[in-house]
C-alpha cells in the first residue's frame, strides 16, 4: 500500500477532523430519509423541499466533509504548517449549525431561518478560508514540488467563496430583503460555482494524490491533468459568462459546456489507465472511483440536454451531479481515507493498518449495490419525469448509508481489539 503523505500533527489532533466526517455522513443519511418522505412528482427546481434536500447534499454531506478532508489535504500537499489551524477546525462548528437553519429553513418554509442559516454558513466559511488562504499563500515551490498547488486550491476555494456569496444574497432575497431579482439570474450561477469551480475541481485535484493508494499504483503523473484542470475551469468560467445578463448567449454557453465535456472525458482516461487492473486487493474504493466515472458522463451528458434546450431534465442533472459523481466520490475515498483516519485515532497517528483489515467486505459490497441502485435509480425516474418513484431509491440510498455505519462500527471494534 502507499501511504497518504501527511503533515505531522500534535497527537491530541486527528489529521483529519473526525467531527466533520460525522457531520457530513449524518447529512448523507438524512438526504436519503428526506427522499423517501417527500417525493418529487414533477421538477424540483426552485421548490422548497427540492431547496431543502439540494442543500442537505451539497453542504451538509459534501462540503462539510471536503473542509474536513483539506485540513490535511492542504498541508500534506503542500508541506506547509496551517496558519491558524485551531480557528479554521472551530470555524467548521457555525458552518455546521448554519448548514442545519438554511436547511430547515426551506424544509419548513421559514425566511427567517433562511436569512440566519445563510449568514452562519458565510461565518463558518470565512473562518476557514481565512487561515486556509494564509496557509496556501505561505507555500514556496521547490523542485521537488513545482506542480501549482496555491493556484489549484486558491481557485476551488474562490469558486466556494462566491458561490457562498450569491448563496446568501439569495437567501436573503427570500427571506424578503428587496433584491428580487436575484431569484432570477443567479441560481444556475450558484450551480455552476458550486458544484463546479468548487466540489468537481477538487475532486479533479485531490483524486490525483488519493487515487495511488486507493489502487495500489505507485504514483507518477497524470498526462492529462493539466489539461482537465484548465480545460474544466476555463469551462465552467465561460458557461457562468453565457449565464450573465447582456453577455448571455447560446454560442458561449456551448463553448463553456464543450470545454467541460473534453475535460471530464480527458480525467476519465487518466483514470480509467490507474483503475484498469489496479493491484490493490481492496476492491470497493476502486469500484465506487469507477461508478463516479459513469456518472461524470451522465452530468455532463445532461448538462449538454440543458444547455440545448431540455429545461425538463434539470432535476436529473441535479440529482445524478450531486449523489452520483460527487457523492459517491466521496463514499469512495473515505472507505480509503475516513478508515485510515479511524485506525490513526485508535492506534496512534503512526499506525499502518490497512482498511482492507478493518472493513467487512460483505458490508462493503451490500452499501455499494444498493448505493448504485439509488444514484441510477433516481436518475432515470427524474429524467423519465417519474419523480415519485424517488422514495424507492431513497430506501435503497438509507440502506446502503446503513451499511456504511455498521462497517465503521466494524471497523473501529477491530481497530482497538487490540
Avoid at 494524490?209 to 491533468?225: A, M, N, Q, Y
Avoid at 465535456?261 to 484498469?276: F, G, P, S
Avoid at 472493513?359 to 423519465?384: H, K, M, N, P, Y
Avoid at 431509491?393 to 462500527?409: D, E, H, P, Y
Wanted: proline residues 7%; contains cysteine.
Amino acid at each position: 500500500m502507499i501511504p497518504l503523505q501527511m503533515a505531522p500533527k500534535p497527537p491530541d489532533r486527528p489529521w483529519i477532523p473526525p467531527a466533520s466526517l460525522i457531520a457530513g455522513q449524518a447529512a448523507q443519511g438524512l438526504s436519503w430519509l428526506f427522499l423517501i418522505l417527500t417525493a418529487w412528482p414533477s421538477t424540483p427546481g426552485l421548490s422548497m423541499p427540492g431547496l431543502a434536500w439540494i442543500h442537505m447534499v451539497a453542504l451538509g454531506w459534501l462540503t462539510m466533509t471536503a473542509l474536513g478532508v483539506l485540513v490535511h489535504v492542504i498541508p500534506g500537499f503542500m508541506d506547509v504548517d496551517w496558519k491558524l489551524e485551531g480557528l479554521a477546525r472551530w470555524s467548521l462548528l457555525p458552518f455546521g449549525i448554519g448548514i442545519a437553519t438554511l436547511v430547515l429553513g426551506f424544509a419548513l418554509v421559514q425566511p427567517w431561518a433562511l436569512a440566519l442559516g445563510s449568514s452562519l454558513i458565510a461565518l463558518g466559511l470565512a473562518g476557514f478560508m481565512g487561515p486556509a488562504v494564509l496557509t496556501i499563500l505561505s507555500f514556496k515551490p521547490t523542485p521537488e514540488l513545482k506542480t501549482p498547488f496555491k493556484t489549484g486550491f486558491l481557485t476551488v476555494l474562490g469558486s466556494l467563496a462566491l458561490a457562498a456569496v450569491l448563496g446568501v444574497t439569495m437567501a436573503w432575497a427570500l427571506a424578503g430583503a428587496p433584491w428580487p431579482a436575484a431569484l432570477v439570474h443567479l441560481p444556475p450561477i450558484h450551480a455552476i460555482l458550486a458544484g463546479g469551480g468548487w466540489l468537481s475541481l477538487l475532486i479533479f485535484g485531490v483524486s490525483t494524490r488519493t487515487i495511488f493508494p486507493i489502487t495500489g499504483r505507485r504514483r507518477t503523473k497524470l498526462p492529462l491533468h493539466a489539461f482537465v484542470s484548465a480545460g474544466f475551469t476555463i469551462g465552467a468560467g465561460v458557461l457562468v459568462l453565457g449565464l450573465i445578463p447582456g453577455i448571455a448567449h447560446p454560442a458561449v454557453r456551448w463553448l463553456g459546456m464543450g470545454l467541460v465535456a473534453i475535460a471530464a472525458v480527458c480525467y476519465l482516461i487518466d483514470m480509467i489507465r490507474l483503475i484498469l487492473g489496479a493491484p490493490n486487493d481492496h476492491k470497493p474504493p476502486i469500484a465506487y472511483v469507477a461508478s463516479t466515472l459513469v456518472y461524470l458522463l451522465a452530468t455532463v451528458g445532461l448538462g449538454l440536454a440543458v444547455t440545448a434546450g431540455r429545461a425538463d431534465l434539470q432535476a436529473a442533472l441535479a440529482y445524478v451531479a450531486l449523489v452520483g459523481w460527487m457523492g459517491l466520490s466521496v463514499n469512495g475515498y473515505l472507505h480509503h481515507i475516513g478508515i485510515r483516519l479511524l485506525a490513526t485515532v485508535a492506534r496512534g497517528e503512526d499506525d499502518e493498518t490497512r482498511p482492507i483489515d478493518l472493513l467487512d467486505a460483505r458490508l462493503s459490497w451490500l452499501a455499494f449495490g444498493a448505493l448504485q441502485v439509488a444514484v441510477a435509480g433516481g436518475t432515470i425516474a427524474l429524467s423519465s419525469s417519474n419523480g415519485q418513484l424517488l422514495p424507492v431509491f431513497g430506501a435503497f440510498g438509507l440502506l446502503g448509508w446503513l451499511s456504511i455505519l455498521l462497517n465503521v462500527r466494524t471497523a473501529w471494534r477491530r481497530a482497538t481489539a487490540r
